[in-house]
């Protein structure tokens, strides 16, 4: 029972500093752009408005605590020298503080979501030691600010739901994956992907009735269009479009990499496809989720800002795990039927 309690200890360590970056991340308060009270409160420009379940769960709690006790927190917190540096940096008014502290809790809760979620994954996809399986996941803890080094809001709870998708797509349970689905896509957009990791997985698994996937396929769509339907009505008054376009950016100014990042880049490729051939097929069938990610990074994104490429995560660091494994000579063997 201690080495549990130790190594709990160690995640919730790790997991404050990691907030901390994560706290004073600028892409949270991007002032005359993705402000943090636009966000909350819905008038933020488009795309970033229809990532709405982070803001609405937010603005509901912000709104359900009582005005005198929201008050007197905003009064206590422009006493503090602490709290105002970290305001004055993100350059958030004092008035904002509530609505701050409450995005940071609600991230951190949801950084705790990845780390189970992520948890549950690799559980689901490898016989393995306890202490290896513990070590993965606190390296996929460890990671995530150089993966979000510039995160906006939604990302850490995307991050989150996405993880835990894959995790209950390998289970199949087809009727709690769907409801979790529904909700990320609230979160975010890319969801989206999730339903094509099911139907790259699935498509030509013999063991799944045909029907049933063509149902699951159905649903998925109806969800995620439903849910784009409803955030386009709801702000199509809001400023910006539908998408943002960075293409000829890109072409111009797209590689902002050192030497050393473009070899650390090239060591991580070779890791990923040693030992291919004995990887889970549902984490290689899962990767291909690249190949969109980067078209669209490419038109809509930033090439350099590699948060874009979130949903890969989960899905880079478990394939990692099984090369990390192979080269220390740690079992780590591929669960069937998956």
């Known amino acids: 029972m201690r080495p549990r309690i130790i190594y709990y200890a160690i995640l919730i360590v790790i997991s404050m500093i990691v907030m901390g970056s994560l706290a004073m991340s600028p892409g949270l308060h991007r002032e005359n752009s993705v402000e943090l009270d636009g966000m909350i409160y819905g008038t933020a420009p488009k795309p970033f408005v229809y990532r709405q379940l982070m803001p609405a ?19 206590k917190a422009s006493k503090s020298s602490t709290i105002a540096r970290i305001m004055s940096r993100l350059k958030l008014s004092g008035e904002l503080f509530v609505d701050y502290a409450v995005t940071v809790l609600f991230i951190y809760v949801s950084l705790w979501g990845f780390l189970l979620s992520f948890r549950f994954l690799i559980d689901r996809l490898y016989e393995t030691t306890l202490f ?4 993965v996941t606190a390296a996929a803890l460890i990671g995530i600010p150089a993966f979000f080094g510039f995160s906006y809001i939604y990302d850490i709870p995307t991050l989150f739901l996405f993880t835990l998708g894959l995790g ?14 529904f909700i990320g896509c609230w979160s975010k957009e890319t969801m989206i992907l999730l339903t094509l990791v099911f139907v790259i997985h699935f498509y030509f698994n013999k063991e799944m009735d045909r029907r049933l996937m063509k149902k699951l396929l159905a649903a998925q769509i109806g969800i995620f269009l439903s849910v784009k339907i409803i955030l386009e009505i709801v702000f199509y008054q809001n400023p910006g479009g539908l998408i943002e376009f960075h293409f000829i950016h890109n072409l111009l100014f797209g590689y902002h990499y050192y030497l050393t990042t473009f070899l650390s880049w090239i060591v991580l490729a070779l890791l990923l496809f040693y030992k291919w051939k004995e990887k889970p097929i549902f984490l290689k069938n899962a990767l291909w989720i690249g190949v969109p990610l980067f078209v669209l990074t490419l038109f809509l994104g930033f090439l350099y800002e590699i948060r874009d490429y979130g949903e890969l995560y989960p899905i880079l660091i478990g394939l990692h795990a099984h090369s990390a494994a192979a080269i220390l000579n740690i079992p780590c063997i591929p669960k069937e039927n998956i």
Not at 57 to 75: C, F, G, K, W, Y
Not at 168 to 181: A, C, E, N
């Open 57 to 75: 769960a937010v603005r509901l709690t912000v709104q359900a605590i009582p005005s005198d006790v929201r008050n007197a927190m905003i009064e």
């Open 132 to 135: 290896f399986a513990d070590a």
């Open 168 to 181: 209950i797509m390998i289970t199949r349970q087809w009727s709690l994956y769907l409801f979790f689905f």
